[in-house]
């Protein structure tokens, strides 16, 4: 089974510091993804990356960058956070190649309050 | 743009009731379809996904849902619901081709006694 493992469950940070979630996947996918879920509007693409070294923005890029130095670690960095960006933030890889027919696969999630 | 609308923000059914939650989808061309559960504190997992083989689709713990171009609708169905299915389900959609996936806003599914 593909595991993606998401180094923080809960993570209570304040206003204005830099943080960083990080993101492991097992299965050698090239594709990862990050997003924020907030009630009511399901999952909102932040970053993805189709391989090593490579992002791309998704739709709410703001506030927001990424890191992808090995192909199974996909970082997240608040530059500043504030307190709009807390949220739960999930992580998630695919297998490549196979024009979008392939699911996703889910991290447990990092639930981010920013104080 | 593509876009995924789950009509019902929550559904209510009693155990052993037929659970039916609905998807609707904006595209000219049959997308990529998935179905994800999202139980407390956890991640998303695969259901069943339509990549245009069977319009109906089978999937885990029992659920099915039904491609159905004429009305761009993929609604998930189980015939008798448990307890156990009590969760939080998210609608999805790739293009053909494409990179992003598109989820809806979710349905929470109670369930009860």
Partial sequence: ?115 | AQSVTQLGSHVSVSEGALVLLRCNYSSSVPPYLFWYVQYPNQGLQLLLKYTSAATLVKGINGFEAEFKKSETSFHLTKPSAHMSDAAEYFCAVTETGGFKTIFGAGTRLFVKA
């Fill in chain 1, 1 to 115: 089974d593909v595991k993606v493992t998401q180094s923080s469950r809960y993570l209570v940070k304040r206003t204005g510091e830099k943080v960083f979630l990080e993101c492991v996947q097992d299965m050698d996918h090239e594709n990862m993804f990050w997003y924020r879920q907030d009630p009511g509007l399901g999952l909102r693409l932040i970053y993805f990356s189709y391989d090593v070294k490579m992002k791309e923005k998704g739709d709410i890029p703001e506030g927001y960058s990424v890191s992808r130095e090995k192909k199974e670690r996909f970082s997240l960095i608040l530059e500043s956070a504030s307190t709009n960006q807390t949220s739960m933030y999930l992580c998630a890889s695919r297998v490549a190649g196979t024009g979008g027919n392939q699911p996703q696969h889910f991290g447990d999630g990092t639930r981010l309050s920013i104080l």
